[in-house]
Every structure is written in structure tokens, then in C-alpha cells.
């Protein structure tokens, strides 16, 4: 019996690609072929058997369809209070006519273009999954912003998830800002039903010089997924890239985030929030390539794991031997509430040159009873005391979110799970 580490198992989707980008398809297949899915001794995947989940939990190795979607089930789907620019996603097909404008903003499906550099910045022969997202993806969105050009209401990208004629989703996004421009997005996945399926999303940031980019990613969908998520970026100079990664929910989650620092005064953010239940595994990666001097890059992760959750956390800054006057922060820290709660962390240094400020470290504990017991001898319930202490560990991250509808919004959610599953 052929398992999911051979690739003959994913004979369908290759056979399923279009006939676009074939260069680069066959550059996806070759490096896939080469490397197989992880298997259980892959140092990267270590901690997370994602082969083996997939085997066991997809049986429609396959790409799925455009589902219909409805402008009510936009509408729903939008957070409260939310002001901007919309764009509709249905299994990675990008929905045009459910998706709104602002000017300065210019989106092509790839279906209709061949000439976007897809595959320059996030490297297929690093990671298989890149691989074969870049071998089989259906549809995708090349957006660009112009030069110069500010757009001051955040960009949602609202993409609709479901198992249809196929449990296989390869989302491809290929985001291009000009020299000076800014722009924040909301990346959001939603699923329409609770049937298992597989999303494989590679998303590509190409900044330009002085450019101030934003990129919120929000994981909540139901505790049946698989997902595996790559986003690059290039950080030109006098640029700024902030990232913030929600992950409130799923079945198996890797997210796989590097930040390319290329030019001198460059600023790469790195914030993320994991707060798991029941069997939830979620595995952060991050990787920071510090190549130029005057850089600088935050990070600061934080998990809170109940039950038999599981998290990974593995946080790489390389600082190349040109690279002197680096100031690099990497921060991890942990809670769990549960005696079966597991996290694997791992922050890492690899500095070259000599004139650098770098830190890293991590923590895992579990609540401050006196903080506790402090809460509850003046009045407030247990479950209320214990919800105000995790809600202000995770407090540090949710700053971060300066767009107001999303943060409410994440609060809420926040608060809901840690008053009630916690």
C-alpha cells in the first residue's frame, strides 16, 4: 500500500493543473518530487507529523471547486464595523464581482496573466508544500499598489473554504507594493461546513523602498483542517513589514513565515497569538534573514494551550557577515492549563558579524495562583479571574492589531473561549 510520503499519491493534483505558468509548474514538480512530503525524522517538520494527518484525514486527494457564494454570506462574514476594501475568495478562486475598488489598488486573477514573477521570492526547493502549491495551484490574485500611494482603509481578504469534488485548497497570492506606498491586509479564512479538507497557501510580498506593509492572518476555521501556510516577504530599505498571526483554531496548522531584511533602516514585525484547545496542533516557523546593515526585527509569539493541545514554536534569525549594526528581539512565550497541553520551542541565533545587538529566549508556565488568589479575595470569580490574567498575557500581542473592527472583533472571540473551553 502506497503512502502519502510517496508522491504517486498526489498524482491528481498534478494531472488536475492548468496549463498556465508551465515553466514554473514544472519547476513546483521537480522540487516537490525531490524532497516528498516530510516525513517523520525531517528536522523541519519534526514536531508535526502532517504527512501521516494528511493520510489519515483526506481521502480526496484532489483540488476543490468554486463554491457559490452569496453577497449575504459576505456581508455576514464581514467584522462588525469594518471599513474598507473587500476581496471575495471562494476555494482560492478570486470572486471579482462580490469583491469592491479603491483607487491605487489593482487586482488581476493569474489565470489571466503569465508574466507575474510568482516563485521569486518564496523558493520551492525549501519547503515541499511551496512545492506543491506551486505545481498545482487553480486560480490566484496578483495585486499591486502604485507608487506613492497610501490606501488608509485596510485590504480583507475574505476567502470562503469548502470540501467540494475535491479536499485539496492551494490559495496563491502574489502582493506587489511600490517605492513609499502603504497598505494593511486582513487575510481570513472561513469554512462553510465542518467536512475535513486541506488548505496549502503560499503568499508572496514583493515591498519596495520606504514601503509600510501590514499583513494580519487569522486562522478560525473549524477543528478538522489541515493547513499549511507560507508567507514571504522582501523588505526593501527605509521599509517597514509587520506581521501578526491569530491562530484560534483547527486541526493541524503549520505556519511558515520568513522575512527577507535587504536593505539598510528595514524593520521587520513578527507577532502572533495561539490559543488551542481540545487536540489542536499548531506549529509556527519563522525565519529572518538579517543581509544588510542598520536592520532591525521584533518578534514576540505567545501560546496559551488547554487540553490536550499541542504547539510548536521554532524562530530562526540568521545575521549575515555584512550585516553589522543589526538589532534583532525574538520573544516566545508559553501557558498551559492542562497537564496533557504539550509546547516544542525552539528559538535560534546564527549570527555572523560582530557588531550586533540579539536576543531570544522562551518561557512556558503555568497561571500565577497568587495572582489568582489576589483576583478572587477581592470579589471576582475564579473562571472570570483566570479569563483576566490569560486575556492580559495575550493583551502584549492584541495591541499590535491596529485596525479597530479586527481587534474588537479577536477580543471578543478571545474572550468567549477563555470564559467559557478554558
Given at each position: 500500500m502506497s503512502t502519502l510520503t510517496q508522491p504517486e499519491f498526489v498524482l491528481g493534483l498534478f494531472e488536475a493543473a492548468p496549463a498556465t505558468f508551465s515553466s514554473l509548474r514544472q519547476l513546483g514538480k521537480e522540487s516537490f518530487y525531490a524532497q516528498g512530503l516530510p516525513a517523520l525524522k525531517s528536522e523541519e517538520y519534526k514536531f508535526t507529523p502532517i504527512a501521516?494527518?494528511?493520510?489519515?484525514?483526506?481521502?480526496?486527494?484532489?483540488?476543490?471547486?468554486?463554491?457559490?457564494?452569496?453577497?449575504?454570506?459576505?456581508?455576514?462574514?464581514?467584522?462588525?464595523?469594518f471599513v474598507g476594501v473587500v476581496l471575495v475568495f471562494s476555494n482560492g478562486y478570486f470572486i471579482p464581482g462580490l469583491s469592491s475598488k479603491t483607487e491605487g489598488l489593482t487586482i488581476h486573477s493569474l489565470s489571466?496573466?503569465?508574466?507575474?514573477?510568482?516563485?521569486?521570492?518564496?523558493?520551492?526547493?525549501?519547503?515541499?508544500?511551496?512545492?506543491?502549491?506551486?505545481?498545482?495551484?487553480?486560480?490566484?490574485?496578483?495585486?499591486?499598489?502604485?507608487?506613492?500611494?497610501?490606501?488608509?482603509?485596510?485590504?480583507?481578504?475574505?476567502?470562503?473554504?469548502?470540501?467540494?469534488?475535491?479536499?485539496?485548497?492551494?490559495p496563491?497570492?502574489?502582493?506587489?507594493?511600490?517605492?513609499?506606498?502603504k497598505a494593511t491586509f486582513i487575510?481570513?479564512?472561513?469554512?462553510?461546513?465542518?467536512?475535513?479538507?486541506?488548505?496549502?497557501?503560499?503568499?508572496?510580498?514583493?515591498?519596495?523602498?520606504?514601503a509600510d506593509l501590514t499583513y494580519h492572518s487569522l486562522q478560525q476555521e473549524h477543528n478538522q483542517v489541515i493547513e499549511v501556510s507560507n508567507l514571504v516577504t522582501d523588505i526593501q530599505k527605509d521599509s517597514q513589514f509587520t506581521s501578526t498571526q491569530i491562530t484560534l483554531s483547527g486541526d493541524m496548522v503549520r505556519n511558515n513565515l520568513t522575512l527577507n531584511l535587504l536593505g539598510s533602516n528595514s524593520v521587520g514585525n513578527m507577532y502572533g497569538i495561539y490559543l488551542l484547545n481540545g487536540k489542536t496542533h499548531?506549529?509556527?516557523?519563522?525565519?529572518?534573514?538579517?543581509?544588510?546593515?542598520?536592520?532591525?526585527?521584533?518578534?514576540?509569539?505567545?501560546?496559551?494551550l488547554a487540553d490536550q493541545s499541542r504547539g510548536v514554536f521554532n524562530g530562526k534569525i540568521f545575521v549575515r557577515q555584512i550585516a553589522q549594526k543589526t538589532n534583532a528581539f525574538q520573544q516566545n512565550n508559553n501557558i498551559l492549563l492542562s497537564e496533557d497541553a504539550i509546547i516544542n520551542t525552539k528559538p535560534q541565533l546564527e549570527i555572523w558579524a560582530d557588531d550586533v545587538k540579539c536576543s531570544h529566549g522562551c518561557t512556558v508556565g503555568q497561571l500565577d495562583e497568587e495572582a489568582l488568589f489576589y483576583l478572587q479575595a477581592r470579589g471576582i470569580d475564579k473562571i472570570t479571574a483566570r479569563g483576566l490574567l490569560l486575556?492580559?498575557?495575550?493583551?502584549e500581542v492584541l495591541d499590535k492589531i491596529e485596525v479597530e473592527s479586527l481587534q474588537k472583533y479577536i477580543v471578543n472571540q478571545i474572550q468567549e473561549r477563555l470564559g467559557s473551553n478554558f
Open positions: 501521516k494527518k494528511l493520510e489519515n484525514s483526506i481521502t480526496e486527494f484532489s483540488p476543490a471547486e468554486q463554491v457559490t457564494i452569496s453577497a449575504e454570506q459576505v456581508k455576514s462574514a464581514v467584522f462588525p464595523g489571466a496573466e503569465e508574466n507575474t514573477p510568482l516563485g521569486s521570492i518564496a523558493d520551492a526547493a525549501k519547503d515541499p508544500f511551496t512545492a506543491l502549491n506551486q505545481a498545482t495551484f487553480v486560480n490566484g490574485i496578483h495585486i499591486s499598489i502604485a507608487k506613492k500611494v497610501s490606501i488608509e482603509s485596510p485590504i480583507l481578504l475574505l476567502q470562503f473554504h469548502q470540501a467540494k469534488g475535491g479536499q485539496v485548497i492551494s496563491r497570492i502574489w502582493i506587489e507594493a511600490g517605492d513609499f506606498s487575510d481570513y479564512h472561513i469554512s462553510l461546513d465542518d467536512a475535513p479538507y486541506f488548505v496549502n497557501k503560499v503568499v508572496e510580498i514583493k515591498g519596495g523602498i520606504n499548531v506549529d509556527n516557523h519563522t525565519n529572518v534573514d538579517h543581509t544588510i546593515p542598520h536592520a532591525e526585527s521584533n518578534e514576540l509569539y505567545k501560546g496559551i486575556y492580559a498575557f495575550a493583551g
